[in-house]
């Protein structure tokens, strides 16, 4: 995992950096993290790691230690598939909003960045037609041999479907590890039906919970509504409404991450007694430092 050390910046501007919204413009440093430079556009204020178009290696990262580790480190997952029954229950929540706005039987959904399917699961127990992609090969050989789902490891773009012939395309905590997340966006909106729905949840640094982490290479860009929503729109998308993420967490894995976030030592540790005592497995509905936000194809 990658080492976590905290560098000051200044707030002198920088050579021109390439914002995805505006391209070459003049940037602010806001962080150094781990040798990567956190910038802010002057222009349109979206904040994203500087040089992001020259990052090699990004699918390494991604590795099963990604999903899987004990240290302190607050990128990755201690354990992402022992929360499996609560990724579910998130993603079945997800999947009511998109139901309230997507008439059935027949729903047809993209999942971009999914991991190991279990939002695609989620949505076929619920009836839907599930496709996703994702950069873990790990993740997708699970998703694929032991869940039985449609995914292709790699970009969206690569992965073959009709043009718009999809009623939603979800990003569940994904654009911000994106290289280029508006690329990618004009590809769901691509493959969005007249009137499909693209849903977005991600890290809102202006939102009411402003408690978070840099965390480069991991996450790429950070997100306020605002610039979330101009990057929707260059998308060739409307948004229809942004709210507050309230999400599912054991008692265990949020103790972990309160942890790594305090850069204690021992929270698998923690984790592990709050499970011996019989506590670690109970599930508490949170509100968190994401947004949720819904956008819908002209």
Same mark, same amino acid.
């Given at each position: 995992m990658y080492d976590r050390t905290l560098t000051v910046a200044t707030s002198d501007p920088i050579d021109s950096s390439t914002c995805v919204l505006c391209g070459p413009v003049? @940037? !602010?440093?806001v962080?150094?993290?781990d040798g990567f430079r956190i910038v802010r556009c002057?222009?349109?204020g979206l904040i994203f790691v500087h040089g992001w178009q020259t990052l090699g290696g990004l699918d390494e990262l991604y590795s099963p230690a990604y999903f899987r580790h004990e240290g302190t480190s607050a990128v990755g997952y201690g354990d992402y598939l022992a929360h499996r029954a609560l990724h579910l229950r998130n993603a079945r929540a997800l999947l009511t909003v998109l139901e309230r706005e997507i008439p059935g039987p027949s729903r047809r959904i993209v999942d971009i960045g999914c991991a190991h399917g279990f939002f695609l699961a989620a949505a076929r127990e619920r009836g839907w037609t599930g496709y996703g992609v994702d950069i873990s090969a790990d993740a997708v050989r699970y998703a694929r041999d032991t869940l039985g789902l449609a995914v292709l490891r790699g970009d969206i773009e690569q992965a073959g479907l009709e043009p718009g012939s999809f009623d939603a395309v979800a990003l569940v905590g994904t654009i911000e590890h994106l290289p280029d997340p508006l690329r990618t966006l004009r590809a769901a909106a691509r493959l969005l039906?007249?009137?499909g729905h693209l /849903?977005?949840?991600? /890290? +809102? !640094?202006e939102g009411a919970l402003r408690h978070y982490e840099w965390k480069p290479p991991e996450h790429l860009y950070y997100f306020s509504f605002r610039t979330l929503a101009a990057l929707v729109r260059a998308a060739g998308l409307d948004v229809r409404w942004r709210r507050w993420y309230w999400a599912w967490y054991s008692v265990s894995d949020?103790? @972990?991450r309160l942890w790594r976030y305090w850069r204690l030592p021992g929270a698998a540790g !923690? @984790?592990? @007694? /709050? +499970?011996r005592a019989g506590v670690g497995r109970l599930a508490v509905r949170i509100p968190t430092n994401e947004m949720l936000v819904l956008a819908r194809r002209r």
């Amino acid at each position: 995992m990658y080492d976590r050390t905290l560098t000051v910046a200044t707030s002198d501007p920088i050579d021109s950096s390439t914002c995805v919204l505006c391209g070459p413009v003049p @940037a !602010v440093p806001v962080e150094m993290r781990d040798g990567f430079r956190i910038v802010r556009c002057q222009q349109c204020g979206l904040i994203f790691v500087h040089g992001w178009q020259t990052l090699g290696g990004l699918d390494e990262l991604y590795s099963p230690a990604y999903f899987r580790h004990e240290g302190t480190s607050a990128v990755g997952y201690g354990d992402y598939l022992a929360h499996r029954a609560l990724h579910l229950r998130n993603a079945r929540a997800l999947l009511t909003v998109l139901e309230r706005e997507i008439p059935g039987p027949s729903r047809r959904i993209v999942d971009i960045g999914c991991a190991h399917g279990f939002f695609l699961a989620a949505a076929r127990e619920r009836g839907w037609t599930g496709y996703g992609v994702d950069i873990s090969a790990d993740a997708v050989r699970y998703a694929r041999d032991t869940l039985g789902l449609a995914v292709l490891r790699g970009d969206i773009e690569q992965a073959g479907l009709e043009p718009g012939s999809f009623d939603a395309v979800a990003l569940v905590g994904t654009i911000e590890h994106l290289p280029d997340p508006l690329r990618t966006l004009r590809a769901a909106a691509r493959l969005l039906r007249p009137g499909g729905h693209l /849903l977005i949840t991600t /890290l +809102d !640094v202006e939102g009411a919970l402003r408690h978070y982490e840099w965390k480069p290479p991991e996450h790429l860009y950070y997100f306020s509504f605002r610039t979330l929503a101009a990057l929707v729109r260059a998308a060739g998308l409307d948004v229809r409404w942004r709210r507050w993420y309230w999400a599912w967490y054991s008692v265990s894995d949020l103790a @972990a991450r309160l942890w790594r976030y305090w850069r204690l030592p021992g929270a698998a540790g !923690v @984790a592990r @007694a /709050l +499970d011996r005592a019989g506590v670690g497995r109970l599930a508490v509905r949170i509100p968190t430092n994401e947004m949720l936000v819904l956008a819908r194809r002209r």
